[in-house]
């Protein structure tokens, strides 16, 4: 949410700030904004838009910059617009800020700064940033920057320019990644490590509370009380393949051909034997009574999913999204754990909630697909899912690799709850079955099914017990990215009142994947087509009825698998639904990725 970048060093910061920019651009793309020093001034450009429009607006300008700073917007305070694109001048234009997060106070910061006469030139919370600092007394830059610890309130990342210290850039973070990337011809920041591969040999996440003074020779580093601290890089292991679009026209679609990999790859990770599994602790999880799983969106969803796995397993799993577990009254259950999903690791919501459950006392596991994550640093236990970057905004292969890393950790505690030797071995070779069957997956009737819905106005997606969980993430999927009016309900719930909706304008699409509730879905499809609606089986079985306008055959895997392979047609289902109504899927209309203000 909102992406950061400042360079300083031997290249073109206009060049290598744009380039940085567009890598970030998943995390905002409402307008876009870079400041560098030229000439001893700092010169701004900023536009409402995507980065191209900031490219084809900085045109020939900036040309021999050294150092500066640039921004890619998710609006939360003011619309999006020039004026309230980043980067932010002072008044008298003596600093230049950019910022990720959300100044909590900024209201009285800024009436404040208003009766000592300063001026605002935009709608935002993070303008009283640069205002702040130009007005403040200390009689050192560094100061200045360490006093915005005891002024703002709330999340912030942030990077700073001082007219009069020409190639230098300084940055505090609380509550908001940065990262420090460090290579022979000089020093970047950047709100995440992807923009800095090709670009820099070692990288540095920063912690909390901390402060970064970088040139062109060197970067310091100072804790909030400004001492000193020692600083260890960790190398770049990212290639430019792993985020390179390669031959797909987008993102979206290459991540959905990665599934089988992100699942593969995933479960390798997920033997017993080696980490993580190892460090968890035997000792509370073979006593354990209550499971509750907490992410946001699509990661929630794959808790859904691995609610269903659990209780096949007799093992209770409460989810919750992360937004609720945050402020609902707490109450303590005996032996439970919590398990926190995040592909990001930077969900504010969820590091949040985290943060609840470890002040008391709760043993908290983290699956994440981003090893460098603010959320792996306070997890007491983490499981990396292996999916690789994603960079489209709504996520596919991370939800695949979300749920198989839940059903080898259920499989994991059930074992150790039973003292029967873990048969983590018999999960991978039913999860080898199910990459297989992906991997020779073709995608029946999808590309019939998208030109039917590009020109629907409702969808409903259902399912009952597991295939209920795939039906919310498919709806989310498609509503997103598509911007059709979708909605997901348990199929027997559909006559308790939505069933007023259905008529010949609706396309059901009903998922049916567990044999002992198959009779009872059929009986609901008679219900819905004798509403007139447009049914579409998404299904293993083999199945003949008028009912049916359509099936999505999907292989067969064992079943408690079979979530794993019944989403992997609709997540393409949307892709292709969005591509064909002249959208584009790997950014969709007021979203972005890695959501990290409340
Ligand atoms: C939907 C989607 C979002 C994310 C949610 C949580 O396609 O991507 O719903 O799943 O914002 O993000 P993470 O997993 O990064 O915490």
Redesign the pocket.
């Known amino acids: 949410m909102c992406g950061i970048i400042g360079y300083v060093g031997n290249r073109s910061a206009k060049l290598e700030i744009l380039e940085g920019l567009k890598m970030l651009e998943y995390r905002g793309y409402d307008s876009a904004g870079i400041c560098c020093f030229e000439k001893g001034e700092l010169k701004l450009i900023k536009k409402k838009g995507k980065v191209d429009a900031l490219k084809y607006a900085c045109n020939e300008q900036l040309k021999d910059a050294h150092c500066g700073i640039g921004h890619t917007r998710w609006a939360t305070h003011g619309n999006p617009s020039d004026k309230n694109a980043h980067p932010f001048l002072s008044e008298n234009n003596s600093v230049a800020i950019v910022h990720n997060g959300i100044i909590e106070n900024f209201e009285m910061l800024k009436g404040n700064l208003q009766k000592q006469g300063v001026r605002f030139r935009s709608e935002t919370d993070s303008e009283v940033i640069a205002q702040l600092l130009q007005k403040s007394k200390c009689e050192s830059e560094l100061k200045k920057v360490q006093e915005l610890f005891s002024k703002l309130s709330g999340s912030f990342a942030i990077a700073i320019l001082f007219k009069g210290l020409e190639n230098q850039i300084f940055a505090i973070k609380k509550n908001s990644p940065l990262i420090v990337g460090k290579s022979k011809d000089g020093f970047y920041l950047s709100s995440d490590v992807n923009a800095l591969v090709d670009k820099t040999t070692e990288y540095r996440i920063m912690e909390e509370n901390e402060i970064v003074w970088i040139d062109n020779q060197d970067c310091y580093v100072f804790d909030a009380n400004l001492q000193a601290k020692e600083i260890t890089y960790t190398p770049m292991n990212l290639t430019k393949e792993d985020i390179s679009i390669g031959a797909f026209e987008h993102y979206m679609h290459k991540e959905i051909m990665q599934v089988p990999t992100a699942i593969k790859l995933t479960i390798n990770e997920c033997e017993p034997m080696v980490n993580p599994y190892t460090k968890l602790p035997k000792e509370i999880l073979k006593d354990l009574k209550h499971i509750t799983i907490i992410?946001?969106?699509?990661?929630?969803?794959a808790g859904m999913t691995a609610q269903h796995y659990a209780r096949e397993r007799d093992l209770i799993v409460d989810c919750v999204y992360?937004s609720e577990y945050r402020y609902r009254k707490f109450l303590s259950q005996d032996n439970e754990i919590c398990v926190f999903?995040?592909?990001?690791?930077?969900?504010a919501?969820?590091i949040e909630a985290l943060k609840i459950a470890k002040s008391h006392n709760i043993p908290c596991i983290v699956i994440?697909?981003?090893a460098t994550s603010t959320?792996n640093k306070l997890a007491d236990y983490v499981i990396p899912t292996k999916a690789g970057p994603?960079i489209?905004?709504?996520?596919?292969k991370?939800?695949n690799a979300?749920i198989t890393a839940l059903f080898a950790l259920i499989d994991y505690i059930y074992c150790l709850k039973n003292k029967i030797n873990c048969r983590t071995c018999i999960l991978k070779d039913k999860l080898y079955d199910v990459v297989k069957k992906l991997e020779n997956y073709s995608f029946n009737n999808i590309d019939e099914l998208a030109e039917i819905l590009k020109d629907t106005e409702r969808v409903f997606f259902i399912g009952r017990g597991v295939d209920y969980a795939t039906s919310q993430?498919a709806s989310?999927?498609l509503k997103?990215?598509s911007n059709i009016h979708s909605e997901s309900l348990y199929t027997g719930e559909l006559k308790h009142g939505t069933l007023a909706l259905i008529d010949h304008s609706t396309v059901v699409i009903v998922i049916s994947t567990q044999k002992n509730l198959f009779d009872k879905t059929m009986n609901s499809i008679y219900e819905i087509k004798a509403r007139g609606a447009k049914v579409v089986l998404v299904t293993q079985f083999e199945v003949e009825s008028d009912a049916i306008d359509m099936i999505i055959k999907i292989p067969c895997t064992d079943q408690m698998l079979m979530a794993e392979i019944s989403i992997y047609p609709l997540q393409m289902l949307a892709y292709k639904t969005a591509v064909l109504k002249g959208l584009d899927p790997d950014k969709p209309r007021n979203?972005a990725?890695?959501?990290t203000v409340e």
């Open positions: 992410g946001c969106g699509t990661a929630f969803n992360a999903i995040s592909q990001s690791g930077e969900t919501d969820t994440t697909n981003v959320i994603e489209a905004v709504a996520s596919t991370a939800y979300q993430e989310l999927k997103e990215i979203l990725k890695s959501v």
